[in-house]
DNA sequence: CTGAAAGCGCTTACAG
DNA sequence: CTGAAAGCGCTTACAG
């Protein structure tokens, strides 16, 4: 017996049998005879075997890996997208490579060379901010999903809610609430989610016989003092806004701050409605209303196309998948 | 030419060289002639050439990655310190294959198996509740770093911060505000951080001729429901209460809520100080006073020191880095 | 400075 | 049911 020997060949060599027939039991293969299976698993046991499995994924031309890329894992509407993407991947018997650009898109770069490079079989882009043509490109050659976002005019598969439907109903419930001055904090980017809640927005005025008034439709921020002078600004010049609707719970926390400063009360002064279903909302006092998102499942079924896509040598018809919301009436 | 080709293969015909030569240029190897060099560079942009990295894998036996092993993503402490540990895997040209337990260390089998089959050349630990003697015989057989909790008499490379010290200083804010009941919601299980924390509170009573009282200090819990309740019983039984410790910021806004519902005032009747400074602590009104914990820095130190044993082969003396901490004032 | 060749540890088509 | 052998796409010691 030699010093030096690698493990297939040490286990086959143990229970003498070629390699190829411990290929076999370890694959479960049926055509390996009981008896035999029984030897070499003995074997296995024995050497406490562990197969490599950068071998395996050479020889096979697949590393068993996908990647998950998302904006930041600072914020918890990511972190529990990534949670809900984590499972199925683990489900799946998948490895999760997961990426962050930070808001950087040319982090994106690093990512999609996991691709190129056939670390990663495939990917899910969570609301990734990237050109829609280099997009397109990237579609095409590999396989993809979008969560999220995602652009209407791209044969692409993806997942998300309704967000007109959504932001109609946002709207709705401050109207049904006798709100009628609803001031509008949007996303910053003119993105699928942020358009798409704006048209639900200025639907339910117009069925309601509401004009529509820009100047209460302002850019929010994710940077604290920002926001907070944002907020000061609207409701120092619009006296009368007795509604808000914020495009993120986080949005949402620290607007209500501010509005507290201001000396106004909540839900009492101003009715707020979020969007999002995180943690924040729930640990705000009072308690956000909130438009919930099913995030660990946006993350689930968006893994869920990918593996398809897998399955199907990316040859597979790209389903755009909507998931139903829930709107969590709470304190605000 | 036929019709199928390796790709290095494929770039040495283009460029009329052999294989050796392709790789010794994709490595930045100095023995090739630049003549040569500028040639293959050139049929390398043509073509748009990119390794497999499988095969180069197979080759170095070595994957490029490493696990982060958190107990859950929906807990910003955690995805916080993941942030961290992500940054540092990237600067350090690693990948990153995060795994999550949700509390269940059987779980952790699966990342294990990470390592033994050389997917990941090592991992970093965040907070798992794993046997001491599991761990042993992992942290023997290869390179892991903890992170947050450790075992002060196993020989582990580990990133945290001085506990004892956090929770005695956490005490001592309290009673030079003049509180002198301080309650104390303790973390569940009997780690390193909860036991660190629970000295360094007694010993701040001791310093200042308090007597500890054993019913002051009780069990948290993250389950929403329960830990409201157990704010409640502790507050109705023993009235005087006027300073509160929180083990986390998370488990502090649970409890501010229940505080708010018996009708005291924060921080009037009720003084709080937790542990973390996530992002929770921001958000809640008041705004959390706590003990910011450099949780990126944790993350990303963590990474050092595994990197440091990757590139030494593991033989390194395991270091105990401790971070410092911040007293975050705020208006609990 | 460059090339031919071995080899990383698996899987699988082929032959028997 | 089993084995011998080719091959996945790289890197590198060796020879020149």
């Known amino acids: 017996m030699e010093v030096f020997m690698s493990s297939l060949k040490e286990v086959a060599q143990l229970a003498n049998v070629s390699v190829a027939t411990v290929s076999r039991v370890l694959n479960n293969d049926t055509k390996v005879k009981l008896e035999t299976r029984k030897k070499v698993l003995r074997v296995i046991e024995e050497i406490d075997y562990k197969p490599n499995l950068l071998a395996k994924n050479l020889r096979k031309q697949r590393s068993n890996a996908v990647s998950i890329i998302v904006p930041t894992m600072a914020n918890p509407f990511f972190a529990e997208i990534v949670r809900g993407a984590q499972a199925a991947i683990n489900d799946n018997g998948y490895n999760a490579i997961i990426g962050t650009t930070e808001f950087d898109e040319k982090q994106l770069d690093v990512y999609v060379d996991l691709l190129k490079t056939n670390i990663v079989e495939g990917a899910i882009f969570v609301s990734l901010n990237i050109k829609e043509n280099v997009l397109k490109e990237l579609i095409n050659e590999y396989p993809i999903v979008l969560c999220n976002e995602y652009f209407d005019e791209l044969n692409v598969a993806c997942v ?67 926001l907070q002078q944002i ?53 705000t006092d009072p308690s956000l209303t909130t438009i919930s998102q099913p995030l660990f499942d946006l993350g689930y079924t968006s893994v869920e196309l990918l593996i398809e896509k897998l399955k199907k040598n990316n040859n597979v018809v790209n389903k755009k998948v909507i998931l139903p919301y829930r709107l969590d009436k709470r304190e605000t």
Chains 1, 2 share one sequence.
């Open 160 to 226: 998300s809610i309704d967000n007109e439907k959504a932001g109609n109903e946002a709207t709705m419930n401050l109207l049904k609430r006798g709100r009628k001055n609803i001031a509008y904090i949007r996303g910053k980017y003119n993105t699928t989610s942020v358009l798409g809640r704006l048209l639900g927005y200025k639907r339910a005025l117009k069925d309601n016989g509401i004009e529509y008034n820009s100047k209460w439709v302002v850019k929010g921020s994710n940077n604290f003092c920002e």
């Open 231 to 283: 907020i000061k600004n609207i409701f120092e010049n619009e006296k009368n806004i007795d509604g808000l609707i914020v495009h993120s719970d986080i949005q949402a926390s620290i607007s209500m701050k501010a509005i507290k400063e201001l000396g106004l009360r909540i839900p009492e002064d101003v009715a707020i409605i979020s969007f999002d279903g995180t943690i924040i909302s729930k640990i």
